[in-house]
């Protein structure tokens, strides 16, 4: 299970700051001025804390990665900092071991592992992915068959 201290840990070892935002267009996002980050949060727009706890390891993973950008930048830029900071995410809260630590414990279903880590299943199904499509991880070595 992923811990909310853990995490704003991460956020202060990334020197970012987290400030409660009725943002309007998004339940998160990251500004970065002169190596200082604010991530501002919309609570409201959050069904279930696994939401705002991916949300807010992703935006920190783009503190932590110095992937920000402006928001009329090119969608290819943009596009390549939002896999930067999933990727950094996935790596950081979703590791290969500890998803096959979860499998080990019986939990098979992505919906089991998204419990298992208190993480959206959408974030489970592209931890899963980046594991076995583009690291080529095989997840179920060393199972029990």
Not at 26 to 37: F, M, Q
Request: a negative charge; one cysteine or more; proline letters at 4%.
């Amino acid at each position: 299970m992923t811990e909310l201290s853990a995490i704003y840990q991460d956020a202060q070892a990334a020197g970012a700051q987290i400030f409660p935002y009725a943002i309007g267009f998004a339940d998160a996002a990251t500004i970065e001025l002169d190596g200082e980050y604010g991530i501002f949060l919309d609570f409201e727009k959050f069904g279930c804390m696994a939401d705002f706890f991916w949300a807010l390891i992703h935006e920190v993973s783009h503190c932590a990665t110095g992937c920000t950008h402006r928001v009329s930048s090119p969608y290819d830029l943009v596009a390549r900092h939002e896999y930067k900071a999933n990727r950094r995410a996935i790596e950081t809260y979703l590791p290969a071991e500890a998803i096959r630590q979860a499998l080990r414990a019986g939990c098979t279903e992505p919906w089991q592992l998204a419990e298992y880590f208190g993480l959206p299943e959408s974030a489970v199904r592209l931890a899963l992915e980046y594991w076995t499509q583009r690291r080529g991880v095989d997840l179920s070595a060393d199972l029990p068959a």
